[in-house]
Structures are given as C-alpha cells and as structure tokens.
C-alpha cells in the first residue's frame, strides 16, 4: 500500500507481512476484510473492522525507512518503564 503523510513524505508498506503474523493480522487475508480499512484522521492510524490498526508510528517507520521514535524501541520502552519507576 502506498501511503502519503502530512509531511509530504511517502512509501509503500508491505501489509502482507502483517499476515504472516496471524493473530487479528490473518485477517488481511480475507481481501473483502482487507478492502474495508479507513483512516481515522484523528489518530493518523489505518483501521479495519473489530478495532484491527497499526499505528502511524510503525507505518512512518516502514514506508520512509525513517527509525521508530525512541518511546516505541527496546531501548525506549526501558527507560520509561525506569522513569515510572522511580
């Protein structure tokens, strides 16, 4: 899926992978399912039916090869769980 964002940047996001994960992601199989996404402009996030998404975040990430903020990385998630923490 090309995808086009606010800053004018784009890329093309390969959402098969996400099959390839099963869980609520197996789901993309069904092409009639796949078809029914929308945009939930609020959030910049791509929704299916039964709240299936994936967050901007990840799709800025894979369509521009730009890296994941810090918040959404091993290293990220460890120094907020460490700053919770104290």
């Not at 800053?7 to 869980?23: A, D, F, T």
Request: net charge negative; proline share 5%.
């Amino acid at each position: 899926m090309e995808i086009a964002f606010e800053n004018g940047k784009r890329g093309i996001v390969n959402l098969l992978r996400y099959v390839e994960k099963s869980g609520v992601f197996s789901r993309f199989s069904n092409l009639e399912y796949f078809k029914q996404f929308h945009v939930n402009k609020e959030a910049g996030t791509l929704c299916w039916p039964d709240n299936v998404d994936i967050a901007p975040e990840t799709l800025y990430h894979e369509a521009t090869g730009e890296p994941l903020p810090s918040w959404m990385t091993a290293d990220g998630e460890q120094a907020v769980v460490k700053k919770i923490a104290k």
